[in-house]
């Protein structure tokens, strides 16, 4: 098949009638091996050409795309094949199509370090996710399996499974700058979705990292949630105007010493399912702190740049616990020399 004999067949079949399209494209095309499967990829690729791409480009396809269904013509009909790539660059060129992407460069954006930020409620995710957030090379998604909160996200559980949220909204392809891609996981809440184990299609992820993230103060993570469920104040700005209460709380003993169980209870566990996982600990305290070496430590641990972070949130509660809670010295004293004690 020479240049110009193509270019008269390609002539004549945008000047066909899409009731004698194929019938002209199989006798125009009788000379190759191609059997009715080889020729159909053709005769659409045709049948949408003459309409100017609308369907290509309401579905948002690429070049590469295209041509995805013709690859056996490089060896049953290699000149067709050559020409057909022609037309499909000036398809791009007429902005029917995106440009084209090559598996190198596909390749190249999910070459990313996946990471997950695992803790519990009022323990500092979010003051965690805008530090990371703020590196050109990081993308940090939310509360990915918060199925509570489906309200913030772009899919339910009704509908997309854990493999899709993973494959299709997580870990997809970035630009080739970003160098890591996290989400937030609640490790005493996310625990499954749609019937399926979440931890079990995490740990599968066999590179993934995770910052193990913990406020030493179960006292004052208690605190912090009891007063958020009570006023639904769970996100503060780093220039909030909001007033927030100044009412003190009186925390029962025995609560406090059963929100610790179960959290130690849980993070055991946690860790224990994530054994082969490389896990990194992180205190919230010393995330305010702000140390410059901690900093380091999380980038270093991701695999990017180092370069200076800035939080995106700020403190909701900044009165010492003797100001915010009644029977602070009660606690200390009933709790003073047991296992309780390094968690006030």
């Known amino acids: 098949m020479t240049e110009d004999f193509l270019a008269s067949q390609w002539a004549s079949w945008m000047a066909c009638g899409s009731d004698v399209l194929l019938s002209q494209i199989q ?32 579905r948002g396809l690429r070049g590469d795309q295209l041509r995805m269904p013709m690859l056996r013509l490089q060896e049953d009909a290699p000149a067709l ?11 791009e060129k007429n902005k029917w199509v995106g440009g084209s992407l090559d598996g ?10 996946k990471f997950v930020i695992a803790s519990t409620p009022r323990a500092g995710t979010h003051l965690l996710r805008t530090l990371l957030g703020s590196h050109p090379c990081i993308e940090v998604h939310g509360e990915a399996f918060n199925r509570f909160g489906q309200h913030l996200l772009p899919y339910a559980v009704h509908d997309t499974t854990i493999d899709t949220i993973l494959g299709k909204h997580l870990f997809r392809p970035y630009f080739e700058y970003v160098g890591a891609v996290g989400f937030m996981l609640f490790r005493d809440l996310d625990t499954e979705w749609g019937g399926e184990n979440v931890w079990a299609a995490l740990a599968k992820i066999r590179d993934l990292k995770i ?4 406020r030493r103060s179960r006292l004052e993570q208690l605190v912090s949630l009891k007063k958020s469920l009570r006023d639904h104040i769970w996100y503060v700005g780093k220039d909030d ?15 406090l010493m059963d929100f610790i169980d179960r959290d130690v209870q849980n993070r055991s566990q946690f860790c224990a399912h994530f ?11 010393d995330l305010l702190a702000m140390s410059g070496s901690l900093m380091s430590e999380l980038l270093y641990f991701l695999g990017v740049s180092d370069v200076p972070l800035q ?8 009165r010492p616990m003797n100001s915010v809670v009644s029977n602070i010295e009660a606690l200390r004293s009933s709790l003073s020399g047991t296992k309780y004690e390094t968690y006030l």
Not at 29 to 51: H, K, M, N, S, W
Not at 211 to 214: H, N, P, V
Not at 275 to 285: C, K, Q
């Open 81 to 91: 094949f050559k020409f057909i790539c022609e037309k499909i660059v000036l398809a």
């Open 104 to 113: 190198e460069v596909m390749a190249s954006q999910t070459k990313y370090q």
């Open 275 to 285: 054994h082969g996982h490389d896990i990194l600990p992180v205190a919230y305290e």
């Open 27 to 58: 006798s125009d095309l009788a000379c190759t091996a191609l059997d009715e499967d080889g020729l159909a990829p053709i005769v659409a690729f045709v049948r949408e050409y003459q309409r100017n791409g609308t369907d290509w480009s309401a």
């Open 311 to 318: 939080p995106g949130t700020g403190k909701k509660e900044r």
């Open 211 to 214: 910052i193990l993230l913990d």
């Open 241 to 255: 105007k909001r007033s927030l209460t100044q009412e003190k709380v009186m925390i029962p003993c025995n609560e």
